[in-house]
């Protein structure tokens, strides 16, 4: 399954809401990849296993699954999300990326791949509309999460 979507980060004909910055995006997007259970409360610990100034490798337990995966950034462009396949799991992919196309009129492109051929959609495709619903929620809370951070000037002060 092969799915993406756009979340507005900044409503820019909303002056009561608060502009925040490309770096404050970044740095949220950041904080997801190092610290997922502040975004994602059923996981139940992430290590990082390895890391290097772009990239990192992690684990991550779900209960009794476990699932490691690496993520790679691009400075204030894109993360990407890459998930080898083990045990019963394929690979797949998730990459987050920034797009701006005119000053401060933020977004977030999410874009999925499950690795599933197109044949193995066609026979999944219940399920697929499920999981692209269930992405399309929490990304959402994603930049929800995000938007808390920085109006609480959390995301004021961390690494990029």
């Not at 190092?34 to 139940?44: H, W």
């Not at 209960?63 to 400075?75: K, N, Y």
């Not at 791949?113 to 499920?130: K, L, P, V, W």
Request: net charge negative; charged share 30%; proline share 4%.
């Amino acid at each position: 399954m092969k799915f993406e979507h756009l979340v507005e980060i900044n409503d820019l004909t909303n002056p009561a809401v608060l502009v925040i910055t490309r770096e404050q995006v970044w740095r949220g997007l950041i904080l997801r990849a190092e610290s997922p259970k502040l975004f994602v409360d059923y996981i139940d610990e992430c290590s990082i296993t390895d890391r290097s100034e772009v990239t990192m490798t992690r684990s991550l337990r779900y209960g009794e699954l476990r699932i490691a995966d690496q993520v790679s950034f691009v400075h204030q462009q894109h993360v990407h999300y890459d998930v080898p396949a083990q045990k019963d799991i394929p690979q797949s992919s998730l990459r987050m990326s920034i797009e701006e196309p005119a000053p401060d009129a933020l977004f977030v492109r999410f874009v999925y791949d499950s690795g599933h051929t197109a044949e193995q959609d066609a026979e999944n495709e219940m399920y697929n509309a499920y999981r692209r619903s269930a992405y399309e929620e929490a990304d959402v809370d994603t930049i929800r999460m995000i938007r808390e951070l920085a109006e609480a000037g959390r995301l004021d002060s961390l690494p990029t």
